[in-house]
């Protein structure tokens, strides 16, 4: 099967820009996924395996407890807790990877860094309309995952035969995260290609899952139990639902940053329902409130998040963010539900 992705020159350049770089530093957007996370160490790996000395991973903020088990997540700097070692890195890189956003925006306070960088770029994602000023651009919304197209990348560099363990765990998590464990986003033959392909260098699958997926505190079960016991509210004629999760809530239920992760896929269960949203208030910023959009089918869930949410995202899966109280933005949910009838 080939799975390429790149021209011969672009091929050729991107070989150039990593050959020549002594200082790399590996962004990726705020509240990093598995996918982020994924794609970040696998390329920074891969990156070191191949004789670069200098690389860092730099992420705005923390990212969720089930991912701490990947290889390299020790040296991981946070924007948030190590400011200025993340900043001057970011300044002394002469290449930039931008890994899984399309636009600077989503590294929050990274962002002027980054756009101002003089470093060479080049943009791995797969989010619609990227908007990074990029040397080299490996833009695929078709793409399951960043983490594919880091895979590809690394075959089509050659990589492939040394890659090790530290690369392919990662890749594959992020491939996993993405889909839900391959359960949407994910028909595509290319992906099973990949998966017989990292099953090779000895990955264990079904442990990466249970690490990802079976690793909630008890807290978190019992925070899911209550949000769809207590909060869910469903609009049958609608096909949708959605739950609100409140600063009370999270305190009641010893929150961690994490435990809200894969919530809103739940109401997706129910028979026939076509579209979920959660309504999260920020633990910190009292009128911030944190949306989180996931579809079936062809609910362009994307289109509801930028026009009533100030976000955006994959056709199936959106976010955005909302700045009122908990009671209005309810009202816009219920109003955009009625208007994206399905
Ligand atoms: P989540 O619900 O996990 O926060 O986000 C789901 C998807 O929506 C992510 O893959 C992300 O790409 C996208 N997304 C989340 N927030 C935003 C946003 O503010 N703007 C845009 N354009 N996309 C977002
Ligand atoms: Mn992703």
Same mark, same amino acid.
């Given at each position: 099967m080939n799975i390429n992705l790149l021209t011969e020159v672009e091929v050729e350049s991107l070989n150039r820009l990593i050959d020549e770089a002594n200082h790399i530093a590996i962004h990726t957007h705020r509240s990093p996924d598995g996918d982020a996370i994924g794609s970040t160490l696998g390329m920074a790996n891969y990156l070191k395996q191949r004789g670069k000395e200098d690389v860092k991973v730099i992420v705005p903020d923390m990212f969720p407890n089930f991912l701490q088990w990947l290889p390299g997540t020790m040296d991981i700097l946070r924007h948030d807790k190590k400011k200025e070692e993340a900043e001057a890195a970011t300044r002394n890189a002469d290449l930039l990877l931008c890994l899984d956003f399309n636009d600077a925006s989503r590294t929050a306070e990274l962002e002027p860094l980054i756009t101002e960088s003089t470093a060479?770029?080049?943009?791995?994602?797969?989010?619609?309309?990227?908007? =990074?000023?990029?040397? /080299?651009?490996?833009?695929?919304?078709?793409?399951?995952?960043?983490?594919?197209? =880091?895979?590809?990348? /690394?075959?089509?560099?050659?990589?492939f035969e040394e890659m090790d363990k530290d690369v392919a765990v990662p890749i594959y998590c992020g491939m996993m995260t993405d889909t839900g464990g391959f359960t949407y986003n994910s028909n595509r033959p290319e992906i099973f290609f990949i998966i017989s392909q990292l099953l090779t260098k000895g990955i264990n699958k079904d442990k990466i899952y249970r690490n990802v997926f079976n690793n909630y505190s008890l807290w978190r079960l019992r925070l899911m139990g209550y949000v769809m016991y207590t909060k869910l509210n469903v609009f049958a004629e609608y096909h949708a639902a959605y739950f609100t999760l409140t600063r009370r809530d999270m305190k009641h239920f010893h929150f961690m940053k994490g435990d809200a992760e894969g919530l809103v896929n739940m109401p997706l269960q129910i028979k026939g329902m076509k579209l979920s949203i959660s309504l999260r208030e920020d633990t910190e910023k009292p009128d911030t409130i944190w949306v989180s959009l996931r579809s079936v089918d062809d609910f362009p869930c994307n289109k509801m998040a930028e026009k009533y949410f100030n976000g955006g995202g994959h056709l199936n899966a959106s976010g955005g963010h909302l700045n009122c109280t908990m009671d209005e933005a309810e009202m816009l949910v219920n109003k955009a539900i009625r208007e994206f009838r399905w």
């Amino acid at each position: 099967m080939n799975i390429n992705l790149l021209t011969e020159v672009e091929v050729e350049s991107l070989n150039r820009l990593i050959d020549e770089a002594n200082h790399i530093a590996i962004h990726t957007h705020r509240s990093p996924d598995g996918d982020a996370i994924g794609s970040t160490l696998g390329m920074a790996n891969y990156l070191k395996q191949r004789g670069k000395e200098d690389v860092k991973v730099i992420v705005p903020d923390m990212f969720p407890n089930f991912l701490q088990w990947l290889p390299g997540t020790m040296d991981i700097l946070r924007h948030d807790k190590k400011k200025e070692e993340a900043e001057a890195a970011t300044r002394n890189a002469d290449l930039l990877l931008c890994l899984d956003f399309n636009d600077a925006s989503r590294t929050a306070e990274l962002e002027p860094l980054i756009t101002e960088s003089t470093a060479h770029k080049v943009l791995i994602d797969h989010h619609l309309n990227p908007t =990074v000023d990029a040397d /080299i651009s490996v833009s695929h919304p078709e793409a399951c995952s960043t983490c594919e197209l =880091v895979f590809r990348l /690394i075959w089509q560099l050659g990589g492939f035969e040394e890659m090790d363990k530290d690369v392919a765990v990662p890749i594959y998590c992020g491939m996993m995260t993405d889909t839900g464990g391959f359960t949407y986003n994910s028909n595509r033959p290319e992906i099973f290609f990949i998966i017989s392909q990292l099953l090779t260098k000895g990955i264990n699958k079904d442990k990466i899952y249970r690490n990802v997926f079976n690793n909630y505190s008890l807290w978190r079960l019992r925070l899911m139990g209550y949000v769809m016991y207590t909060k869910l509210n469903v609009f049958a004629e609608y096909h949708a639902a959605y739950f609100t999760l409140t600063r009370r809530d999270m305190k009641h239920f010893h929150f961690m940053k994490g435990d809200a992760e894969g919530l809103v896929n739940m109401p997706l269960q129910i028979k026939g329902m076509k579209l979920s949203i959660s309504l999260r208030e920020d633990t910190e910023k009292p009128d911030t409130i944190w949306v989180s959009l996931r579809s079936v089918d062809d609910f362009p869930c994307n289109k509801m998040a930028e026009k009533y949410f100030n976000g955006g995202g994959h056709l199936n899966a959106s976010g955005g963010h909302l700045n009122c109280t908990m009671d209005e933005a309810e009202m816009l949910v219920n109003k955009a539900i009625r208007e994206f009838r399905w």
